[in-house]
């Protein structure tokens, strides 16, 4: 009984200290999150702007796919631009909006290839390895088709990419939801813990993104570590290629600057895959760092926290202290990111009454990755084998 008795506080006193370092951990969030802004672009402008194409997979009818394509047409960059997209089949209703986008932009160099891709459990690099022989330049920038920019975001990208020592760029993003609430939640884990947690990573050194947001990258370079093929079977693409490039003794360079990705979860469902597939990515880069990430979730552990303080001997208005000194903090950290969202072209403020939710969603995604094989990429079924590899595991979904 007296053992019992005393592991039950230990468990809620660890559960109390959880909560308290998860609190300190939002505070250096925001601080860095302010210095990490607050530096210099970094980069002069080039004497000779080098011509780019942007490379671009397609997959499905997203909401805002036209919309979100034509922010990288309408770019302030003094050099010739060619867009190079890519399906996996022809009857890909991506292939609608592209044609749709081409006849408003007459002036603009846009490329498609219409698969079929090339073999691999990644379809995304297996359509990146078919359409890249369209791209006519040397300076390549790949990005999702949910991302959306600004008119200056090519000549910073390729600013950075000309430094010596710089391999590739990556940018940072925060999240607009287009398909209903359940996107705007997901809008609101990237644009409030997402970011925040990435930025914290780079300021002390934890981590070294490259992000599908935007990998700038030479030609040369890509042909260096095998190019898009050499990552048909990688979960974690992006990250791999950041990787390679490390492996060249180049840097993979974050600028100090945001885009906006688009969500198109138009369900808990399909939020639900989406995100525990990013969170069953990061698990297996980060290994036991992982777990440890669990001090990122202030809120949910304040409220776990909340119920414990009594067991763990401690007085009873500190539960009520926790939750709302874990509340503040994201809130201020949810302010500072509201108010960069303002500048940005393409952003949507999102409501802070999604705080809670979101964060309590996330938690649960994080609880649910310890243990998750079976992944999901837009309705393909994978299974993660181990090493960051991937292979398919069943017949694609309606979702």
């Known amino acids: 009984m007296v053992l019992s008795v005393i592991l039950a506080r230990a468990v809620a006193g660890l559960v109390v200290v959880l909560a ?10 925001l601080a860095l999150l302010r210095r990490f802004f607050a530096r210099a672009a970094g980069a002069a402008a080039p004497a000779h702007w080098p011509a780019v194409s942007l490379l671009k997979p397609l997959h499905g009818a997203e909401p805002r796919l036209g919309a979100n394509l034509a922010s990288f047409l309408a770019q302030d960059y003094p050099a010739p631009v060619q867009m190079v997209c890519g399906v996996n089949a022809l009857g890909d209703p991506a292939v609608g909006a592209l044609k749709a986008l081409s006849a408003r932009h007459p002036g603009a160099h846009i490329s498609l290839s219409t698969g079929p891709r090339q073999p691999g459990a990644n379809a995304k690099m297996g359509n990146c390895a078919a359409f890249y022989p369209l791209a006519r330049h040397d300076v390549l920038v790949l990005s999702d088709s949910d991302m959306v920019v600004g008119r200056d975001y090519l000549a910073r990208v390729v600013a950075q990419l000309l430094r010596p020592g710089v391999g590739a760029v990556s940018c940072l993003y925060v999240g607009r939801g287009d398909a209903g609430v359940w996107s705007r939640i997901g809008a609101a884990i990237i644009s409030w813990q997402t970011m925040p947690n990435m930025v914290l990573g780079l300021a002390l050194g934890m981590a070294r993104p490259c992000m599908g947001s935007t990998i700038a990258i030479r030609r040369e370079v890509l042909e260096a570590i095998g190019g898009f093929g050499a990552f048909a079977d990688i979960l974690a693409d992006d990250h791999a290629i950041g990787a390679a490039v490390h492996g060249c003794g180049l840097e993979v360079a974050i600028p100090p600057m945001l885009l906006v990705h688009a969500g198109a979860e138009g369900s808990a469902r399909v939020l639900w895959r989406q995100h525990l597939r990013w969170a069953a990515t990061v698990r297996d880069l980060a290994g036991a760092g992982h777990y440890g990430s669990v001090v990122t979730h202030a809120l949910a552990l304040a409220l776990l926290a909340a119920p414990c303080v009594a067991v763990a001997g401690l007085p009873a208005a500190w539960g009520a202290g926790l939750v709302a000194a874990a509340l503040a903090v994201r809130l201020a950290l949810a302010g500072d990111v509201a108010r960069r969202m303002k500048r940005l072209d393409g952003a949507e403020q999102l409501p802070f009454w999604l705080l809670p939710v979101a964060d ?16 999901d990429w837009r309705g393909l079924p994978l299974t993660i084998t181990g090493s960051g590899r991937i292979a398919h595991s069943g017949a694609p979904s309606n979702d």
């Open 20 to 29: 308290l370092v998860a609190i300190a951990y939002q505070l250096a969030a």
């Open 360 to 375: 309590i969603f996330a938690f649960a995604v994080f609880l649910a990755s310890w243990s998750a094989r079976k992944i």
